[in-house]
């Protein structure tokens, strides 16, 4: 049946006007979204079906929009709402940190880059720049490599970090085998970046790794000192 066929009452778009917009369910809010559904399928059971096959919405974040259009009754034009709904808030989630102190509150950084690249299918490496009171001046997404490794240029990451004036720069990569422990490789280039750091005088303070729902961090394991 069709959503429009529904009582007026539990209709998406009019529960949100008449109780507020947080007391929609996740079906719900991505039913407005979606617009429409199918033939014998109404938006709010397609997006029902959609958050129950790719695990909700943590699920759906990982998705592409060619992996969408996949749902009967998704085309281009909602994959696209659906993907460009899900960009706002991952940069709304980056914006929310700008004035924060990287120091004093890591796992904001932490949270945001488990969603930025955290459920990842290849590896992406992250420099993060930092001004003099650990606040983010920006960041670049500088490498993407194969399931499993990426390789790194730690004059280019210094480079960049100066041509932006950071004072400090954290370094992240996401595992996608979702194995947070760093590996030999990893702890070589921590050193590595580490030493350049002392040289060009833009200290390296940590090196995050991340999976989708787990974290590893040189500097609270005591393996980062600056």
């Not at 039913?31 to 943590?58: M, P």
């Not at 993907?83 to 950084?109: C, W």
């Not at 488990?114 to 590896?123: M, V």
Request: net charge neutral; charged share 20%; with cysteine.
């Amino acid at each position: 049946m069709s959503v429009k066929n529904w009582d007026k009452s539990i209709q998406p778009r009019e529960k949100a006007v008449a109780n507020g917009i947080e007391s929609l369910s996740d079906s719900e809010l991505l039913a407005l979204i979606i617009k429409s559904g199918t033939k014998g399928c109404s938006s709010v059971e397609l997006a029902n079906k959609i958050l129950n096959q790719t695990g909700g919405i943590n699920g759906l974040m990982k998705l592409s929009i060619q992996q969408l259009m996949q749902f009967n009754g998704i085309g281009l034009a909602k994959a696209s709402q659906i993907i460009a709904s899900l960009e706002m808030v991952r940069r709304m989630n980056y914006l929310e940190m700008l004035d924060k102190d990287m120091v004093k509150e890591p796992k904001v950084l932490i949270e945001w880059l488990k969603k930025h690249i955290g459920s990842k299918t290849q590896e992406y490496f992250v420099v993060v720049f930092l001004n003099t009171k650990n606040q983010i001046i920006g960041y670049s997404d500088i490498y993407k490599g194969s399931s499993n490794s990426v390789s790194i240029n730690t004059a280019e990451i210094f480079l960049e970090a100066i041509k932006k004036g950071a004072q400090k720069v954290i370094i992240a990569h996401n595992h996608p085998s979702q194995f947070i422990e760093p590996s030999l490789a990893d702890d070589e280039t921590t050193y590595q970046l580490q030493q350049a750091g002392k040289l060009m005088n833009v200290p390296l303070i940590d090196h995050i790794i991340v999976s989708f729902d787990g974290y590893y961090s040189y500097a609270e394991k005591g393996k980062i000192i600056y």
